[in-house]
């Protein structure tokens, strides 16, 4: 039977690489020249320190366009509140991957709410979706594009 999966993965290097752009363009702006402010990866969190909580916003500002320009989509990225001191003010930016299960019942559910003859079943951070025919799992891919999630959605592993 045809199948594929559905993911949300991120990758660790573009993110990487994305990070380091974000810390070279901060050295580069004059706003932030010899301000001290950085942005730090560890483990798929982002942790931006400034001077000012202002710059915070403009250094997110910055971290979605590095990001957009390395192909990974801002939507996987979940921003905490800023916490500032007299000194300091720091910001933490979650990456989100994989698909949990809240997300993933929501997947189920939208297929089968559609009516569309495929099954989808959930396996640990990936929903697998199986059909008779290929092109039912096609309109399932077209559905699930069109529908707009908190996580970007890739589709892989497409079995005939």
């Known amino acids: 039977m045809p199948s594929f ?6 990758n660790s290097h573009e ?11 901060l050295a580069q702006r004059f ?16 942790s931006l320190e ?16 590095r990001l957009a320009k390395r192909g ?3 939507k996987c990225m979940e921003v905490e509140d800023a916490h500032s001191n007299l000194a300091r003010a720091r910001q933490q ?17 939208l297929i089968k709410d559609a009516k569309l003859k495929v099954q989808a079943t959930i396996q640990g951070d990936k929903v697998r979706v199986t059909g008779k025919k290929r092109d039912d799992l096609q309109e399932a891919i077209q559905l699930l594009r069109k529908t707009d999630f ?11």
Do not use: W
């Open 50 to 65: 400034a001077p000012a909580e202002y710059q915070l916003k403009q250094m997110l500002d910055i971290l979605t366009t």
């Open 31 to 46: 706003d932030f020249k010899d301000s001290g402010a950085t942005f730090a990866l560890q483990d798929a969190v982002i």
């Open 93 to 109: 930016v979650t990456l989100r991957h994989g698909i949990d299960g809240e997300s993933g019942r929501k997947i189920t559910r």
């Open 5 to 10: 999966d559905i993911v949300s993965e991120l």
């Open 15 to 25: 993110c990487a690489n994305a990070v380091d752009q974000a810390n070279r363009e």
């Open 150 to 160: 908190d996580r970007p959605l890739q589709f892989e592993n497409f079995r005939d």
């Open 72 to 74: 990974l989509d801002p």
